[in-house]
């Protein structure tokens, strides 16, 4: 049985490691958590043990570099994700981020993976403006615009995706408008989505996903979490070889949740 390589420090519990009986023989595999003490306030650390857990599954090797304010960017990614946070939290994170801009529109150009939560979907978005109306500027990576308001949606989601249904859950104060050549990553079937009036959520262009869901997200949804490592195995390895996982829990309460959401 692998171990985890020591760039990994203790992202992985070693009871996940230990349930893998493959061999970590397909290459490694790169993923950067971004500001994962300011932007994952919602349990969106779940989803980099998610796919950490889900390569080492697959026989891949995971390697996980958590990149905070003011420190190095890793030599290598093939993967990044980032996770909510509050409106403190973003403002701590914006000079690191306007450091790493041009980077992160280069590997999102490149069509390198990358999934974005809530704080960081807003962020990657074209701006957010307060309640207040102060426009804070985003990366433009994805043509979206945030307004803030005194209204909360929250509540369970059921979305119909390119990655077939996905499930989840939201809380957000932030009301999200898509340009008008954007597409969404999803079209809402049970929830309040991007803004609650338009029927979309999140937003995609090529690799890069944003979505207000939580959940965290991708343990709740194995083939959104695969469809994310299948394109960056191939862009680190050459191939996407997958391994057999049993996905029956996760696949079952994913089913249970749409047919008590949906009827």
């Not at 230990?18 to 958590?33: F, I, M, S, T, Y």
Request: aromatic share 6%.
């Amino acid at each position: 049985m692998s171990a985890l390589p020591p760039e990994f420090g203790d992202g992985l519990p070693s009871a996940i490691t230990g349930l893998a009986d493959v061999p970590a023989d397909k290459g490694e595999v790169h993923v950067v958590h971004l500001y994962p003490r300011e932007m994952s306030i919602y349990g969106d650390l779940g989803n980099t043990r998610c796919l950490a857990a889900r390569l080492r599954w697959h026989g891949y090797t995971p390697v996980v570099h958590d990149h905070h304010p003011g420190g190095p960017w890793p030599a290598r990614a093939d993967l990044v994700l980032g996770g909510g946070g509050q409106d403190s939290g973003q403002l701590r994170v914006q000079d690191d981020l306007a450091t790493n801009a041009d980077r992160l529109r280069g590997l999102a150009e490149d069509g390198v993976p990358m999934l974005m939560i809530c704080g960081m979907y807003q962020l990657f978005g074209e701006a957010f403006i307060t309640v207040e109306g102060a426009r804070l500027p985003g990366l433009g990576i994805l043509d979206v615009t945030t307004r803030g308001n005194e209204t909360r949606m929250i509540g369970p989601v059921v979305l119909d995706t390119e990655f077939g249904s996905v499930v989840g859950y939201e809380n957000h104060s932030g009301s999200t408008v898509l340009g008008p050549d954007q597409g969404a990553f999803g079209r809402v079937r049970h929830g309040h989505g991007n803004n609650g009036a338009d029927g979309t959520e999140g937003a995609r262009v090529s690799n890069v996903v944003g979505s207000y869901l939580h959940g965290p997200v991708l343990p709740a949804n194995p083939e959104l979490a695969d469809g994310l490592l299948r394109i960056a195995a191939e862009r680190a390895t050459g191939e996407w070889a997958p391994g057999v996982v049993d996905d029956t829990v996760a696949l079952e309460a994913h089913d249970r949740q749409v047919r008590r959401l949906l009827g």
